[in-house]
């Protein structure tokens, strides 16, 4: 069985898991903001036997001993009760649900896209920007700082309007774009002193990549901004955007597959520029971004790629572990992936 972590309303999971039921393989979707107010978790190790479950009020609904793979797509936060009024005790109850969840997501030696270590560590920008530069994958100059004399300085080594800065994060609530250093974020800039931001030289393009890995798979597509784009941030107007499917050359798709193995990703959405004197300049990886946009509009089988390496990879594990299941029972399962 194939475990997907996330919502039911994510579309990106119900589009793999629409992939599965076409080759009818097994999965189990798991919320886990319902986990610990409707769903229950029971571990209980004796000796070298261990057993783990997942419960509703119908029943065993999951056991951990079946999952073979795993997709880290869109993991919640558990949500205690709201009779748990005090919230010094709801900061607690939160707390030990989230520590006994993360501590089996950790135990369960299975192929994972992506494993939650190597998802959190692959998030972090600047191990994204120093594991890419050791790859010797050309970079953006780039500063990340805190201290407005020091961002200052950086812009102003630079000619007007040849500046960004960026964040780190972006949610729904507080959700940033990439912007052109002008005058009033140079008024504004005493405000770097409350949190590090991100400063980067502006890097013209002919157009923007969303390259999705998968295994060794790379689906790269151009993306190329609509009349009303802002030239430092094509998501600002990505519903007008044309997108295709495009090639990249050997060695710069050997690169970031190596990216991908270094940081120990299965499955990142790659965010890259193409300059007009033919380079490819790395922006970020996101281990758990978005494909299905492309998907609908170049027509490259993403979900399919991914529900493919998900399969492949719980059958590899079946095989290996076979010691306890004969391996003609475990063959006359293996759905045909295409």
Same mark, same amino acid.
């Given at each position: ?17 629409? +992939? ?13 903001? !319902? ?30 001993? +079946?999952?073979?793979?795993? /997709? /880290?797509? !869109?993991? @919640? ?20 649900? +989230? ?8 135990? *369960?030696?299975?192929? /994972? ?14 191990? @994204? *920007? ?7 994958? !050309? ?22 309007? @040849?500046?960004?800065?960026? $964040? ?6 507080? /959700?940033?774009?990439? !912007? ?8 504004? *800039? ?31 597509? $151009? ?59 790395? *922006? ?55």
């Amino acid at each position: 069985m194939i475990l997907i972590i996330s919502t039911p309303d994510d579309p990106h999971a119900v589009a793999v898991q629409r +992939e599965l039921d076409q080759i009818d393989y097994p999965y189990f979707l798991l919320d886990s903001s !319902r986990f610990p107010q409707s769903i229950s978790l029971t571990i209980i190790q004796d000796g070298d036997k261990r057993l783990v479950t997942f419960a509703d009020k119908n029943g065993i609904i999951l056991n951990a001993q +079946e999952i073979t793979a795993a /997709w /880290w797509r !869109r993991p @919640q936060h558990c949500v205690v009760a709201d009779t748990i009024k005090k919230e010094s005790y709801r900061n607690f109850a939160r707390n030990e649900a +989230e520590e006994a969840i993360a501590g089996l997501w950790y135990s *369960l030696d299975i192929p /994972w896209v992506n494993h939650p270590k190597s998802d959190d560590m692959a998030h972090r920008k600047v191990n @994204q *920007l120093n594991t890419a530069r050791t790859l010797g994958i !050309r970079l953006p100059v780039t500063c990340i700082t805190n201290d407005p004399h020091e961002a200052k300085k950086f812009i102003e080594a630079r000619l007007p309007g @040849q500046t960004i800065c960026k $964040a780190f994060s972006a949610t729904i609530d507080q /959700w940033r774009e990439t !912007r052109i250093i002008g005058e009033m974020e140079m008024a504004a *800039l005493e405000n770097v002193c409350f949190a590090p931001v991100i400063f980067q030289e502006y890097v013209e393009a002919v157009y923007d990549l969303r390259i999705t890995a998968i295994g060794n798979q790379l689906f790269p597509a $151009a993306i190329y901004p609509g009349e009303k784009a802002y030239a430092a941030d094509v998501r600002m107007d990505i519903g007008n955007a044309r997108m295709e499917a495009v090639e990249l050359p050997q060695k710069f798709g050997d690169q970031l597959l190596a990216l991908q193995r270094k940081m120990g990703l299965n499955y990142g959405a790659i965010d890259v520029r193409l300059t007009p004197d033919g380079e490819y300049v790395f *922006l970020e990886v996101n281990p758990a971004g978005q494909w299905l946009f492309i998907e609908e509009r170049t027509k490259q089988p993403i979900a399919r790629a991914l529900a493919d390496f998900l399969v492949k990879e719980a059958i590899a594990y079946r095989l290996k572990n076979a010691s306890k299941e004969p391996v003609d029972t475990i063959l006359e399962e293996m759905p045909l992936t295409g």
